[in-house]
């Protein structure tokens, strides 16, 4: 009996100007960076079904059953970024692509 195909699509975030940022950053700040960021996709990505496969740094890989669940969820995640980004400090900005 034949398997029913499925999708499996991955969704690659990463920090834009993160090598910069952190080599004028303590350790400490760094991970608190690390840990916002986080805070605020993880769960992005888990409301719209996805899991995090892994990070690496400032990248966040995570998978995804469905091509529309990670193109929605690459959408919000922009804007989740935009509604912190609009209040947070320019030195707390996180900007990603």
């Not at 960021?37 to 496969?53: F, I, S």
Request: charged content about 25%.
């Amino acid at each position: 009996m034949k398997q029913a195909e499925r999708n499996l699509v991955l969704l690659l975030s990463d920090m834009k100007g993160f090598t910069a940022r952190t080599s004028g950053q303590t350790r400490e700040e760094n991970a608190r960076m690390l840990a916002l960021h986080d805070a605020l996709l993880l769960p992005v990505v888990r409301g719209y079904r996805g899991r995090k496969v892994k990070g690496l740094g400032d990248a966040l890989l995570a998978a995804f059953d469905s091509p529309t669940d990670a193109v929605l969820c690459a959408m919000a995640m922009q804007d989740r970024l935009a509604a912190w980004n609009s209040k947070a400090p320019a030195g707390e900005r996180i900007d990603s692509r």
